[in-house]
């Protein structure tokens, strides 16, 4: 069983007030100041595939790979009922596939923090190599370490209704400083307010921070050129006001 396991059938509704297409527009702008503004695209860990459709809708060749059947199961129903054509499939980041010759790769939502050592991260990346075309682009967020640090970790609550359903979801962390890495233990209250039933998920995502050197090594080991990175959703150097980073990196030669 993968992460997201229990969790895939409420996961959209837990993030439905994520901006998928405000996120969209920004990553192809970003693609955009870095000479790739059409082409092939691949979402490295597409999740239920909405990143994945907002690129399609504005005219990318678009494929997805995500581990999980679940999140993969849901991207092709939404594509389907959408009348758009993506090959879905599930596969494992760290394993490069069938995937060749795209203009860009990207890996949104933090997948670069869910490999939690230095060699996963180099897999991904080797991953995204592989799937590019020579000078093609690499976009991935991942949680800076500086603001990890700075800020620290806290007890989360999120409730959301969408009737007949009441999502509770409780975010209790643990910070493993030695190792730089959090475990989010998720508690999932999901109940059926008209059935008067509650079911509870657990689950816990182990997580990464990293810091830009680490990222840029394991890039420039990866076989590509240096990385430019950013506070998630500016172009501002990442900071401690913000977990969330970006970083930007061109496909160079062998890794």
Not at 193 to 208: K, Q, S
Not at 222 to 227: H, V, Y
Request: hydrophobic share 45%; glycine share 8%; proline share 4%.
């Amino acid at each position: 069983m993968t992460v997201f396991a229990d969790y895939a059938p409420w996961y959209d509704l837990l993030y439905r007030d994520k901006d998928y297409a405000a996120e969209t527009s920004f990553v192809e702008a970003r693609l955009r100041d870095h000479g790739v503004a059409s082409g092939k695209l691949l979402d490295l860990g597409c999740g239920t595939g909405l990143h994945a459709l907002a690129f399609a809708r504005r005219g990318w060749s678009v494929a997805g790979v995500d581990l999980s059947d679940e999140m993969i199961a849901s991207a092709k129903a939404r594509a389907a009922k959408a009348g758009l054509s993506i090959p879905f499939r599930q596969g494992d980041a760290c394993e490069a596939g069938p995937e060749h010759d795209f203009d860009a790769v990207v890996s949104l939502f933090h997948v670069a923090s869910y490999q939690t050592s230095r060699n996963a991260l180099a897999a991904m990346f080797r991953t995204a190599h592989a799937a590019l075309k020579p000078g093609g682009v690499f976009f991935f967020d991942y949680w800076y370490g500086g603001a990890v640090l700075a800020r620290g970790v806290e007890t989360r609550v999120k409730v959301i209704e969408q009737k007949p359903l009441r999502l509770t979801r409780i975010a209790q962390s643990d910070h493993d400083e030695q190792a730089a890495t959090v475990t989010v233990n998720y508690t999932l209250f999901c109940e059926e307010t008209d059935r008067g039933t509650i079911r509870r998920v657990d689950e816990a995502h182990h997580m990464r921070y990293w810091f830009p050197f680490e990222i840029d090594a394991a890039l420039a080991g990866s076989g590509f050129k240096p990385a430019t990175h950013a506070a998630w959703l500016t172009q501002d150097g990442p900071s401690s006001k913000s977990w969330a980073a970006y970083a930007m990196a061109k496909k160079a030669g062998k890794p």
